[in-house]
């Protein structure tokens, strides 16, 4: 069992930036694929960005130019740098996990079993 815990989300104006955090607890020894997802009112959880056990990232075409994913492993905490955020990015974004052996990073929210509870942002324009 792992445990996923978000932070970081905050209301900014269009242009801003966020860093949002995600801290990995319990059993985290394996071989443990991360990502992060969002997810508006009414529209289904959309992957953003993922990274696997070797550092390898994918990263959604419509955030690339804008959106980092990279990680501590001292301390066990992947990381979202959001830059230049737009109102559409708007969401509530979920860290998620899965211990898999996948030949790529994936952002489909059904591959991964554990997630977190999610931390809120607002970008107003």
């Known amino acids: 069992q792992i445990l996923l815990e978000e932070s970081g989300g905050g209301s900014v104006q269009a242009g801003g930036s966020l860093r949002l955090a995600c801290v990995a607890s319990?059993?985290?020894?394996?071989?443990?694929?991360y990502a992060w997802f969002r997810q508006q009112p009414g529209n289904e959880r959309e992957g953003v960005a993922a990274?696997?056990?070797?550092?390898?990232?994918a990263v959604a075409d419509s955030v690339k130019d804008r959106f980092t994913i990279f990680k501590d492993t001292t301390q066990n905490t992947l990381y979202l740098q959001l830059n230049d955020l737009q109102p559409e990015d708007t969401a509530l974004y979920f860290c998620?996990?899965?211990?898999?052996?996948?030949?790529?990073?994936?952002?489909?929210?059904?591959?991964?079993?554990?997630w977190g509870q999610g931390t809120q942002v607002t970008v107003s324009s």
């Open positions: 319990g059993y985290t020894t394996g071989h443990y694929y």
């Open positions: 990274m696997a056990p070797d550092g390898t990232t």
């Open positions: 998620a996990s899965a211990l898999a052996w996948w030949l790529r990073p994936k952002l489909s929210a059904s591959d991964y079993r554990f």
